[in-house]
């Protein structure tokens, strides 16, 4: 059984920061492309930052170039996301998401962020 679990939202004031953490099971962690994604109340989902298997290649959404940070650690099947100088237009549910590149894309279950004074 595959599971992907989200951790680390919560609230913060703008300029602040936090970091998500996904845990990943049920896949072999070192051959999936990493996702976190993003949706806010109305809104599409977004994907927000993308990091290969091989850890070698980066993507991020423009809104949030120079402020968010992908990594993982495949020693703990985890994706991590740093958020620094937050805005209130970053608030939204936010997932992990696995895939090869093919085939089945695998979800978490989201984890809030909320940016507001």
């Known amino acids: 059984q595959v599971q992907l679990v989200e951790s680390g939202g919560g609230l913060v004031q703008p300029g602040g920061s936090l970091r998500l953490s996904c845990v990943v099971s049920?896949?072999?962690?070192?051959?999936?492309?990493m996702y976190w994604c993003r949706q806010a109340p109305g809104k599409e989902r977004e994907m927000v930052a993308r990091i290969s298997w091989s850890s070698t290649d980066t993507k991020y959404a423009d809104s949030v170039k120079d402020r968010f940070t992908i990594s993982r650690d495949d020693s703990k099947s985890t994706v991590y996301l740093q958020m620094n100088n937050l805005e209130p237009e970053d608030t939204a549910v936010y997932y992990c998401a696995a895939d090869q590149g093919w085939g089945t894309t695998f979800w978490g279950q989201g984890t809030q962020v909320t940016v507001s004074s």
């Open positions: 049920g896949i072999t962690f070192n051959a999936y492309h």
